[in-house]
């Protein structure tokens, strides 16, 4: 395990546009459950991820009924608008300062990477701490409306204040288009970046598991590209992917990933942060 880790930090320092991609394993160190993991949300209640897909459509249907449910419903996540990073998290956010991580593409709708530092954050699913105007785009502050206000009023649903369609959470339901601004950036994050660190991640969820497969597929092109008159394929990958994952993954077994540094974390990233300020000096 030590040798990857040290293996993970020689290859950050090659790299030019080292990008994260995180998933729900970076969280229950924070005190949230990951979703397939063996104590996962899904795992434990599929009930709750069949109803979950319903979500969208119960908005599209009826937003009135969807903010009733929202606002008198607990949320499965539990209460994750208190949840603190933890040392994966700071890791990362080290490694944004330190001038290596240019981008952590994150689908978890926690805000910990904001919270840990990270300025370049794309929110894949959305966040908690966040509303949208699904017909226009625009983005809200969660506290920028008085939810309960409205619905003891029987003012439900809250509307944009631009184009005064009704407006949902933030977060990205199963089935709800991935929002065109975050989907186009992360899209030009996989096509540009030379190494990508998936951290705690499944990757069993479209279309954000797709950007690993582009990174792989679109630097081999790019090397088949660039040369002016000669054309060759170059076996090698121009992209070093690292997954740190609790367990294996699809990435794991289809050979995307280069390698598979296996454990927590929260234990992890801090060692190969650490590494990489050792080797720096
Ligand atoms: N450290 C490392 N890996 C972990 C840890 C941990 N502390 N805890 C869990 N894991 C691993 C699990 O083994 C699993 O492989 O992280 C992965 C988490 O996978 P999921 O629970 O499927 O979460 P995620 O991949 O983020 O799900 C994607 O699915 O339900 C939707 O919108 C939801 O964004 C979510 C999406
Ligand atoms: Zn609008």
Redesign the pocket.
């Known amino acids: 395990m030590e040798s990857l880790i040290e293996r993970a930090a020689r290859d950050l320092l090659k790299s030019n546009h080292a990008i994260a991609l995180t ?4 969280s ?2 924070s005190g949230i459950r ?5 104590n ?1 949300i ?1 795992t434990k209640d599929p009930e709750a ?1 069949k109803r ?1 897909y319903q979500t969208y459509h119960n908005f599209l249907r009826n937003p009135k009924e969807y903010w009733e449910g929202v606002l008198s419903g607990r949320s499965s996540l539990g209460n994750i608008q208190d949840a603190k990073p933890n040392p ?1 998290h700071h890791a990362l956010a080290e490694l944004e300062t330190i001038g290596i991580l240019k981008a952590v593409l994150t ?3 926690d805000a910990l990477h904001e919270k840990a530092g990270n300025k370049r954050v794309l929110e894949y ?1 959305g966040s908690v701490l966040k509303l949208r105007c699904p017909a226009c785009g625009t983005r809200f502050k969660r506290n920028d409306y008085d939810l309960q206000g409205l619905m003891s009023a029987g003012q439900l649903p809250p509307r944009c204040n631009k184009c005064n369609s009704p407006i949902k959470g933030d977060v ?1 339901h ?1 089935n709800e288009p991935i929002p065109s601004d975050v989907a186009h950036e992360s899209l030009e994050e996989a096509w540009k970046c030379d190494l990508m660190l998936i ?7 479209y279309p ?1 598991a797709q950007l690993p497969r582009i990174a792989r597929q679109r630097q081999v092109e790019q090397e088949r590209k660039t040369e002016s008159g000669l054309h060759f394929v170059k076996n090698e990958s121009a992209t070093t992917i690292i997954e ?4 294996p ?1 699809p990435l794991t077994a289809e050979g995307i990933s280069d390698y598979l540094i296996q ?4 234990e992890i990233l801090p060692k190969i942060v650490e590494t990489v300020k050792e080797l720096s000096k």
Do not use: K, L, Y
Request: hydrophobic content about 40%; overall charge negative.
């Open positions: 998933g729900a394993g970076m229950p160190e990951d979703f397939r993991g063996p996962g899904w991820e979950a994966g689908q978890n709708i699913h990205v199963f951290c705690g991640t499944s990757a069993v969820v954000f740190v994952n609790a367990e993954t454990g927590r974390t929260a």
